[in-house]
Nanobody, 121 residues
Framework: QVQLVESGGGLVQAGASLRLSCEAS????????MAWFRQAPGKEREFVAA????????HYAESLKGRFTISRDNAKKTVYLQMNSLKSEDTAVYYC??????????????WGQGTQVTVSS
């Protein structure tokens, strides 16, 4: 069983940065691939980024490369999403996910409750 708790969301102006955190309860956190997804109002949930269990491999949604960075600290059982140069279209609920997956885009078996990110233009 894995419990995930996201934090770090909020209201920011366009061009600002935010760092989201996701803390996991799993004993074997370091064996899970971790990912971030987001869901904007009226839209389907979409993949943002993922990181392998070791942190040695990452994968990003093509449209977000260069602005978003995923990282993890296995000692702290935490995964991060650094978001820079935020745009209004980044407004969404951001979800953390965990799984032992063959593909970094999923499917993931464990999900957090989400944290709201709102970017004002």
């Amino acid at each position: 069983q894995v419990q995930l708790v996201e934090s770090g969301g909020g209201l920011v102006q366009a061009g600002a940065s935010l760092r989201l955190s996701c803390e996991a309860s799993a004993r074997s956190f370091s064996t899970y691939t971790m990912a971030w997804f987001r869901q904007a109002p009226g839209k389907e949930r979409e993949f943002v980024a993922a990181i392998s269990w070791s942190g040695g491999s990452t994968h990003y949604a093509e449209s977000l490369k260069g602005r978003f960075t995923i990282s993890r600290d296995n000692a702290k059982k935490t995964v991060y999403l650094q978001m820079n140069s935020l745009k209004s279209e980044d407004t969404a609920v951001y979800y953390c996910a965990a799984g032992r997956v063959a593909s970094m885009t999923g499917p993931y078996g464990y999900w957090g409750q989400g944290t709201q990110v709102t970017v004002s233009s």
